[in-house]
């Protein structure tokens, strides 16, 4: 009898951490939409990919907080349409061909766990492919942009203002 009590209880707490970190991934969804947004506004030529890239991660969080297996699915087709479209550029760079690949594995996982309805593992699938694209774009920012400037040494601008007063190229994906 105590044993099913205690079961109850554990089910009870996974079910206020799951809520928890869905309340956190919506919420913080939101604040890098309106964010993405506001970057989207400043940047007219902000290329199509990368707000598919977007509204693609965004289903998969509305199917992780929601329990819709479909959905998660959907947004996992999605980002694996998006690595395989001919239309997204890559660069010569070793690292940058790496982390596209890794995107396309972790969307192709994803989909396999909207699958098994597994919705733990999708949930630790959608927060490595997350940190991916972090990843990728803290290389493309900080590595490509300044291997683009040759034969100068330069100091890392540490804010767009810098950045601006530098004279360096802008790269946004």
């Known amino acids: 009898m105590e044993q099913k009590g205690l079961e109850r209880d554990m089910k009870s707490n996974r079910m206020w951490v799951w809520m928890a970190t869905g309340v956190m991934l919506v919420t913080g969804a939101s604040v890098l939409s309106g964010a993405w947004v506001n970057h989207q506004q400043q940047d007219a030529n902000l290329p199509g990919l990368m707000l598919a890239k977007l509204a693609s991660t965004q289903r998969v969080v509305t199917g992780l907080v929601s329990k819709n297996f479909g959905e998660i699915r959907r947004g996992a087709k999605d980002m694996i349409s998006i690595c395989d479209a001919s239309q997204w550029e890559t660069h010569p760079d070793p690292l940058y061909g790496h982390y596209k690949q890794q995107l396309r594995r972790q969307a192709s996982n994803l989909a396999e766990l909207a699958d ?31 291997a683009a400037v040759p034969n100068r040494v330069i100091q890392i601008p540490v804010n767009e203002f810098e950045l601006e007063r530098s004279g360096m190229p802008i790269y946004r994906r």
């Not at 949930?123 to 942009?145: E, G, K, P, W």
């Open 116 to 146: 098994q309805q597994n919705l733990d593992g999708a949930a630790f699938n959608y927060i490595q492919t997350i940190s991916t694209c972090i990843s990728c774009h803290q290389h493309c920012r900080d590595v490509l942009r300044i």
